[in-house]
């Protein structure tokens, strides 16, 4: 198959080209005019969003441990762009987030489905302070067996887990891990020095920055200091609730290719307003923004990656810079860069078109088109 005449995101550009795929893999990219079994004039050819902390969609969770309920979301994610995804679990008892994992183990993509790349171990190993939405009940010291154990379950599929490194164990627990998976730090009270240590110890990623953590200070620069002079790459949900414009323009001349786009999405994404289940706590949307019940706090979003990178390029973002903080940034964060990420030789061929709206128009994975 050739899609052809397209604008083509190569190398943190867009080109008019052709690309060429065969057996789920691109073989070869070229100049436009090729004979094109798909002619592609005038949209963008892009590769397929990476989420790598999605909690759910269409009133399912990951944390829930149902096979019945991946399918809808792996569906869901797919109608907004994204390719692969993290299934992102929440802070649980190990007993609850066993199944959980062995779930997600046994996923089968469906045929309109988004790929599960792999599991964002968002908890338990988090502070009690900036716990945010997590249940504090099931908050635990950060323990690198119980790790092993959760990795084991899931055959070994965690790609990332979220620490924070002030809590007793945690350097320790980042040395180790990190072996393993990319570590992130959220979730947490550390000073500048403590995440400093992390970074040092292994960490490379902020989880969702700003949120769950101190505030960026003059004589306290916190965590996103840290994650700057440490050269990690750092999340950022642009739902514009959790962050504002004028931040998330900052956080991009800040942090540039390390920036993440995230969507945190829970299972009322893709729902109506109503009160909803995160984590064995309620929650409330109201307005497409998720609150825990009766509170103020907010528990995640109701958005997803379309929305937020038509968000950013509303919000001032070049549409370069926001397409490379959604593919080849989430994808080198986690590891997986050498399979998805890019329009490539040897990649594979997880693509998008979209409109000059940023609309999208269809959606390959594996060369095969899904939407």
Not at 56 to 63: K, P, Q, R, T, V
Request: proline letters at 5%.
């Amino acid at each position: 198959m050739i899609i052809g005449n397209a604008n083509v995101f190569v190398d943190g550009k867009f080109q008019k080209g052709s690309v060429a795929v065969e057996n789920g893999v691109i073989t070869a990219i070229g100049p436009a005019g090729w004979p094109c079994d798909v002619d592609a004039q005038g949209k963008y050819l892009a590769p397929g969003f990476i989420d790598v902390h999605t909690h759910g969609a269409m009133n399912e969770d990951f944390s829930d441990g149902k096979p019945e309920g991946l399918p809808a979301m792996s569906k869901h994610y797919a109608a907004h762009g994204v390719t692969s995804f993290l299934a992102t679990t929440m802070t649980l008892k190990e007993e609850v987030l066993t199944p959980a994992m062995e779930t997600i183990r046994g996923f089968v993509r469906p045929a309109d489905g988004a790929k599960c790349a792999g599991i964002h171990l968002e908890g338990p190993f988090l502070s009690y302070a900036k716990r945010g939405a997590q249940a504090a009940e099931n908050l635990h010291k950060p323990d690198a067996e119980m790790f092993h154990r959760l990795n084991a379950a899931s055959g070994g599929q965690v790609r990332l887990v979220t620490v924070a490194p002030e809590e007793e164990g945690a350097i320790p627990f980042i040395e180790e891990v990190s072996k393993v998976c990319t570590v992130s730090i959220g979730h947490t009270t550390a000073n500048y020095e403590t995440a400093m240590a992390a970074y040092a110890a292994g960490a490379s990623h902020a989880t969702h920055l700003y949120n769950g953590m101190p505030s960026l200070l003059h004589r306290e620069p916190g965590v996103i200091a840290a994650a700057l002079d440490s050269g990690a790459t750092v999340e950022l949900i642009c739902d514009g609730l959790h962050i504002h414009p004028a931040v998330i323009r900052a956080t991009h001349r800040m942090f540039g290719k390390k920036l993440v786009i995230i969507s945190d999405s829970l299972r009322c994404a893709g729902m109506p307003d109503g009160q909803y289940e995160l984590g064995g706590q309620p929650i409330e949307m109201k307005n497409g923004r998720a609150t825990l019940l009766g509170t103020d706090t907010l528990a995640g979003s109701s958005s997803n990656l379309l929305q937020e990178l038509q968000n950013v390029v509303s919000f001032g973002l070049p549409l370069e810079d926001a397409i490379t903080a959604l593919t080849s940034a989430p994808a080198k964060a986690v590891r997986l860069d050498h399979e998805i990420g890019s329009i490539a030789v040897g990649k594979k061929a997880d693509l998008l078109l979209l409109t000059e709206d940023l609309e999208l128009d269809s959606v390959y994975i594996d060369g095969n088109k899904i939407i």
